[in-house]
């Protein structure tokens, strides 16, 4: 199955592939995008990498001796991973679609802000905004090593960065943040909404 590079830099590479239906076989068939493609990209033996997963903690990849950030996300059609050679690393991905419940779930897991400015965005935006704001979300707390959990005031300390892709979806890349990803003000950019 063959992989897109969908975007490199700064350590950081990031994947997709069309997967087969099946969840299982698309988990399968991402690892080994991933080794083939981290093979050309490092210019390495392909039998030098390989996947660690344990269930409850971030998969890794391992690189000829070294350990180097790794994140999946999968969505019906697509399929992403990102590697990032210098620390963690956090890739979602999703569908724009209008969701009934987008209130409730904003106020749960996106906090206020981001829930007021969903609010204040016309009907046909807000699908759009949604995915941005769930996929950035996802993709920090995959960054700092957490599960999908409710709203808090916790920081992630991670920069976010959008990922070009097909017309219909949404993708997310997180990384940990630099001094140099701080704004001004202190204030954390990575859940503000793109415009």
């Known amino acids: 199955m063959d992989a897109t590079v969908l975007w490199s830099g700064d350590g950081v590479l990031v994947i997709g592939i069309v997967p087969p239906p099946s969840r299982m076989e698309a988990r399968a068939h991402l690892r080994q995008a ?14 030098a990498i390989s996947v660690e997963s344990t269930p409850g903690s971030s998969p890794r990849l391992l690189l000829a001796g070294g350990v180097v950030g790794l994140s999946f996300s999968h969505d019906e059609g697509i399929s992403l991973a ?31 802000q981001v829930a007021q400015e969903l609010a204040a965005c016309p009907d046909a935006q807000r699908p759009l905004a949604l995915a941005q704001a769930w996929t950035a979300r996802e993709a920090a707390l995959k960054c ?41 003000d202190g204030s954390d950019p990575s859940f503000t909404l793109l415009g």
Request: proline share 5%; aromatic share 6%.
């Open 34 to 47: 991933v080794r083939v493609a981290a093979a050309q990209w490092q210019n390495m033996d392909i039998e």
């Open 82 to 112: 990102a590697v990032h050679l210098h620390g963690a690393v956090g890739i979602d991905v999703m569908r724009v679609q209008d969701v009934p419940d987008w209130a409730n779930l904003a106020r749960d897991y996106l906090g206020p």
């Open 144 to 184: 700092a090593g957490l599960q999908l959990m409710e709203w808090n005031e916790m920081s992630l300390n991670c920069n976010v960065q959008h990922i070009a892709l097909q017309d219909g979806f949404i993708a997310m890349l997180a990384t940990p943040k630099t001094e140099t990803g701080v704004r001004p």
